[in-house]
């Protein structure tokens, strides 16, 4: 029977395997959210439907983050996880020690939050542009496709180097460069879900704890891990050979596995609640409007097809519905969204746009997911193309809006 310090260790692998397959994206999906609540706001176009709509999992991570801290950094992303497997590779197959002079490391360890900083003030509030051309996470998200997409060259040069890094200090990106991470640290200052440890028991020069930690903390010499970098690995809890390291909520001592499960369980079972519900809502209102969308969401069909090099977004033809402007029927139209080959029959009935569905794509179904519910029906809602993107799915959203305006281009009274 495995021991509950083995089991923390294959469960936690488990979990990040199964996120980094089946989620790839979502760390990239979550940050662009960030950025879509953040600019809402500052334009003061704040549309709090669409919003909450489109940003349920950032909504419920910065919920369960100030709770339990940041279990989404050690068990729930992608990158992370690509960290820790290329730290692993170096350290065991090609037997690569790397050891950061401790003020070093803490002095790097703000350069993600002068990250998020530029971010936000530099592109998101003053609008500098060309940030996905170096933008390391946009070329994982197409790397990590199958087959793998062509990313920006500059992009790819930054992800290697990034790769390079993990394969000499433990979690690389995560420690310096991550502003999602940064973002999250900031959450967990409140968090009740803490390791805490007894240092007058500690074996005298072990320091297994401190040599254990991904993120480099100082633990040997604590009672209480408070450091904002902590991921809630649980490997000083795993590691400590007198059992002094235990995970507690107020001061009370808990299994981690425990803990870990109800993270991630709840993340999940959040997230996919908050959907029906939103799936329900959308559902009734397009009953009321006697049409039905999201019916006729076809899955990637196999052909996938190369984005063009150096691509980084399309310009949004927009069109307004005017009465007497179009002929009733049904029209098909196509664009490139993230991919090309993003199809969609409109439907014109008295005039208007009665009925969106998507018909064909290649698009990755975790990014087209929310665009292909919430897109269509602004669409309709507005009678034109000029709605909100998707933060974190753009080129989707975009794709949508070029592809409806292609079909009402057929559909013109001549």
């Known amino acids: 029977m495995l021991s509950t310090k083995k089991s923390t260790k294959y469960l936690r692998l488990a979990i990040q395997l199964l996120f980094l397959i089946l989620m790839p994206g979502l760390f990239t999906m979550i940050f662009g959210q960030m950025r879509q609540i953040y600019t809402s706001i500052i334009s003061g176009k704040i549309n709090f439907n ?18 339990f801290g940041r ?110 991470g940064a973002f999250l640290s900031i959450l967990q200052v409140f968090r009740i879900v803490k390791i805490r440890k007894d240092k007058t028991g500690c074996i005298n020069g072990c320091n297994a704890c401190t040599r254990s930690c991904p993120m480099g903390i100082n633990l040997d010499k604590v009672n209480r891990v408070d450091s904002l970098e902590c991921i809630e690995c649980m490997n000083c809890v795993g590691i400590c050979p007198k059992g002094n390291a235990k995970l507690t909520i107020f001061g009370r001592v808990i299994n981690q596995i425990i803990i870990i499960v109800v993270f991630v369980l709840a993340f999940l079972g959040l997230k996919g609640l908050a959907e029906k519900v939103i799936d329900f809502k959308m559902m009734m209102e397009d009953k009321d409007r006697g049409i039905n969308l999201g019916e006729h969401m076809p899955k990637p069909d196999g052909k996938r097809r190369h984005r063009r090099d150096g691509e980084e977004q399309q310009r949004v033809q927009n069109v307004e519905v005017t009465q007497g402007k179009y002929k ?28 969106i569905e998507i018909v064909d794509h290649n698009e990755t179904p975790s990014y087209a997911e929310i665009p292909f519910k919430i897109v269509p029906d602004e669409i309709i809602k507005k009678q034109s193309t000029n709605v909100d993107a998707v933060s974190g799915a753009t080129r989707t959203s975009v794709g949508i809006m070029n592809a409806v305006a292609e079909a009402l281009k057929q559909a013109e009274q001549k």
């Not at 992608?78 to 037997?95: E, H, P």
Request: proline share 4%; hydrophobic share 55%; charged share 15%.
């Open 71 to 180: 279990f989404f950094c050690g068990y729930m992303c992608a990158f992370g996880t690509i960290n820790d497997l290329l730290y692993k590779l170096s350290s065991r197959v090609f037997k690569i020690k790397f050891k950061v002079n401790r003020s070093v490391d803490s002095f790097l360890k703000l350069i993600k939050y002068a990250v998020l900083l530029f971010i936000i003030v530099g592109v998101w509030t003053l609008g500098i542009s060309g940030l996905n051309s170096i933008n390391p996470w946009e070329a994982f998200a197409q790397l990590i496709q199958f087959p793998p997409q062509l990313a920006s060259v500059t992009a790819l040069i930054v992800l290697m180097l990034i790769f390079v890094g993990a394969l000499f200090i433990e979690r690389f990106f995560c420690r310096y460069l991550c502003p999602l």
């Open 328 to 355: 009733d029927g049904k029209y098909i139209g196509s664009a490139i969204g993230f991919k090309p080959g993003l199809t969609v029959e409109v439907t014109i009935s008295g005039g208007k746009i009665s009925k």
């Open 50 to 67: 669409i919003l909450v709509n489109t940003t349920l999992p950032l909504l419920i991570l910065v919920f369960l983050t100030i709770i």
